[in-house]
């Protein structure tokens, strides 16, 4: 199947700076990607949907200001979570669409977040 | 509003024992269904999904699931599991004729005692 790479793995920040993390598609050109969190024993939650050259759609109660989402490539799309606070800390995990008739979406292997 | 139902948060089950994994969605319109499993501090991975065609679906590591409409379920089961088999395993659901989004459970986490 596809492969999406997410970068990186893991990250522990201070409180109130920022973090960015990437989100890949291998060997496959992906006009749509989706970021979700997920917390402790919980499922995903779908934060935004982010399509190349255009602006990412954000689900309610999700602050587009906090989490800044470009899908600058038909292969890259960055999440930024600006001035981080422990509360942000979470499990954040990418998928990208790969097109077609099923539209079949693969994940990436995600990112822990830990801020102090 | 659209929703994916698992019913069991937690399912404990002896290695070599029979499992069965359950899932129910809210709308009986056309969809594609999946399974995914989570190890821990990975991703997650695609184990099988239904798109069309013949309602029972099987992966390569002996899961397998069936579609049916009529219940609106589409429950995974393995006939003998194994220790490795210990995951979270997440059910979803796209509906195709509502654009990309996935609905997925809260998932089942899945202990296979030795």
């Known amino acids: 199947g596809a492969v999406v790479s997410q970068h990186p793995s893991r990250v522990i920040c201070k409180s109130g700076t920022s973090v960015k993390i990437e989100c890949r598609s291998l060997d496959f050109q992906a006009t749509t990607m989706f970021w979700y969190r997920q917390f402790p024993k919980k499922s995903l939650m779908l934060m935004a949907t982010?399509?190349?050259?255009?602006?990412?759609?954000?689900e309610q109660g999700v602050e587009k200001d906090k989490f800044l989402i470009n899908h600058a490539s038909l292969t890259l799309s960055t999440l930024t979570v600006t001035s981080a606070h422990p509360e942000d800390s979470s499990f954040y995990i990418c998928?990208?669409?790969?097109?077609?008739?099923?539209?079949?979406?693969?994940f990436g292997p995600g990112t822990r977040l830990t801020v102090l | 509003a659209q929703s994916v139902t698992q019913l069991d948060s937690q399912v404990p089950v002896f290695e070599e024992a029979p499992v069965e994994l359950r899932c129910n969605y809210s709308s009986s319109v056309s969809v594609y269904l999946f399974w995914y499993v989570q190890y821990p501090n990975q991703g997650l991975q695609l184990l099988l999904k239904?798109?069309?065609?013949?309602?029972l679906v099987e992966s390569i590591n002996g899961f397998e699931a069936e579609f049916n409409k009529s219940q609106t379920s589409f429950h995974l089961r393995k006939p003998s599991v194994h220790i490795s088999d210990t995951a979270e395993y997440f059910c979803?659901?796209?509906?195709?004729?509502?654009?990309?989004?996935?609905?997925f459970g809260t998932g089942t986490s899945l202990t296979v005692i030795p």
């Open positions: 239904y798109l069309s065609g013949s309602t």
């Open positions: 982010s399509n190349e050259g255009s602006k990412a759609t954000y």
């Open positions: 979803a659901v796209r509906y195709p004729n509502t654009g990309n989004q996935f609905y």
């Open positions: 998928s990208a669409d790969t097109g077609g008739s099923y539209n079949e979406q693969f």
